[in-house]
């Protein structure tokens, strides 16, 4: 119902993205629209021209830091990467799911064809959870996901999102997990905000090249992104905003996260004033949760 008012998922604030509420809605109010069109996005990754190969997309994310800062910081990783992807591919060659995990792992979507504004919403809602983290357990939960949803002849990608923690999983266990989760047939790639735990996840990556681990992290989207989108049967990649055709290897991948963000430029405002309206929900019958609700908009 609140979709429908806003006219946009991504309008709609609720679990963990009420925390972006305030700053996005800022962003909102006091960016001035142009007279014209907006600027175009800034390139973000580069898309095949044509390509019919599938790619299954497992996201496996550590939601056990004890502050949520720290995990917003972690989970900001894994949204940047979708955003970055472009949403015509989402139609038909992407299928993505979300396992989280502290203690316990908990299948967040299931592999299926969703719009991407679908799946960052899925992403963004998702909150910090108490417990040590069990990569062994989110794993096995991984491994029944693949088996039970992945497409026939389709690419398996999984990425292990992490926070540094390594948890109480014993070095054996997380060698037989890895090794079943390997079997697979899945391209096994991690991203850590500190090197704590960086051998338990070696085991699951199988090298070190498929590790991304603090300082590596700002190269993640563009390599990862690269890899994802890539085409064997493509003979190069489009920009998405333009017609301009690129090889493969012309990216540059050593190119900063701040690369593939939102670029857009501020012209003379089109309004000089701007009104702004709030409808507060006053229906509540504890006049305690009214003010609280109040206090969150003032």
Same mark, same amino acid.
């Given at each position: 119902?609140?979709?429908?008012?806003?006219?946009?998922?991504?309008?709609?604030?609720?679990?963990?993205?009420?925390?972006?509420?305030?700053?996005?809605?800022?962003?909102?109010?006091?960016?001035?629209?142009?007279?014209?069109?907006?600027?175009?996005?800034?390139?973000?990754?580069?898309?095949?021209?044509?390509?019919?190969?599938?790619? &299954?997309?497992?996201?496996?994310? &550590?939601?056990?830091?004890?502050?949520?800062? &720290?995990?917003?910081?972690?989970?900001?990783?894994?949204?940047?990467?979708?955003?970055?992807?472009?949403?015509?591919?989402?139609?038909?060659?992407?299928?993505?799911?979300?396992?989280?995990?502290?203690?316990?792992?908990?299948?967040?979507?299931?592999?299926?064809?969703?719009?991407?504004?679908?799946?960052?919403?899925?992403?963004?809602?998702?909150?910090?959870?108490?417990?040590?983290?069990?990569?062994?357990?989110?794993?096995?939960?991984?491994?029944?996901?693949?088996? =039970?949803?992945?497409?026939?002849?389709?690419?398996?990608?999984?990425?292990?999102?992490?926070? +540094?923690?390594?948890?109480?999983?014993?070095?054996?266990?997380?060698?037989?997990? !890895?090794?079943?989760?390997? !079997?697979?047939?899945?391209?096994?790639?991690?991203? =850590?905000?500190?090197?704590?735990?960086?051998?338990?996840?070696?085991?699951?990556? +199988?090298?070190?090249?498929?590790?991304?681990?603090?300082?590596?992290?700002?190269?993640?989207?563009?390599?990862?992104?690269?890899?994802?989108?890539?085409?064997?049967?493509?003979?190069?990649?489009?920009?998405?905003?333009?017609?301009?055709?690129?090889?493969?290897?012309?990216?540059?991948?050593?190119?900063?996260?701040?690369?593939?963000?939102?670029?857009?430029?501020?012209?003379?405002?089109?309004?000089?004033?701007?009104?702004?309206?709030?409808?507060?929900?006053?229906?509540?019958?504890?006049?305690?949760?009214?003010?609280?609700?109040?206090?969150?908009?003032?």
């Amino acid at each position: 119902e609140l979709e429908l008012y806003a006219g946009d998922k991504l309008r709609v604030y609720i679990d963990a993205r009420v925390r972006q509420f305030l700053d996005e809605t800022e962003e909102a109010v006091t960016h001035c629209e142009g007279s014209g069109k907006e600027s175009p996005l800034s390139v973000l990754l580069q898309a095949p021209k044509s390509c019919s190969s599938l790619v &299954d997309l497992l996201v496996i994310l &550590d939601n056990s830091a004890s502050y949520a800062e &720290d995990f917003f910081k972690e989970k900001q990783i894994a949204v940047d990467l979708l955003k970055a992807i472009p949403e015509h591919v989402f139609e038909k060659r992407l299928s993505v799911s979300i396992i989280t995990f502290a203690n316990t792992s908990t299948v967040v979507s299931s592999f299926g064809l969703l719009p991407k504004d679908e799946v960052v919403f899925e992403l963004e809602r998702i909150g910090n959870a108490t417990g040590p983290p069990s990569l062994a357990t989110a794993s096995s939960a991984a491994v029944m996901e693949i088996n =039970s949803h992945r497409r026939k002849n389709s690419r398996i990608v999984v990425i292990i999102v992490s926070n +540094g923690n390594g948890g109480d999983d014993e070095l054996e266990e997380v060698k037989n997990t !890895s090794n079943i989760l390997r !079997s697979s047939g899945a391209e096994i790639f991690a991203v =850590s905000l500190s090197d704590a735990n960086i051998d338990k996840l070696k085991e699951y990556t +199988g090298s070190e090249k498929n590790l991304y681990v603090a300082e590596k992290s700002d190269k993640f989207i563009q390599e990862i992104g690269s890899s994802i989108l890539s085409c064997p049967s493509a003979s190069g990649v489009n920009n998405i905003e333009t017609d301009d055709a690129l090889r493969p290897t012309d990216l540059d991948l050593n190119e900063k996260l701040e690369k593939f963000r939102t670029d857009r430029i501020r012209r003379k405002c089109k309004y000089d004033k701007m009104d702004l309206q709030i409808i507060l929900d006053a229906s509540s019958s504890r006049k305690e949760v009214h003010n609280q609700t109040l206090n969150k908009h003032m």
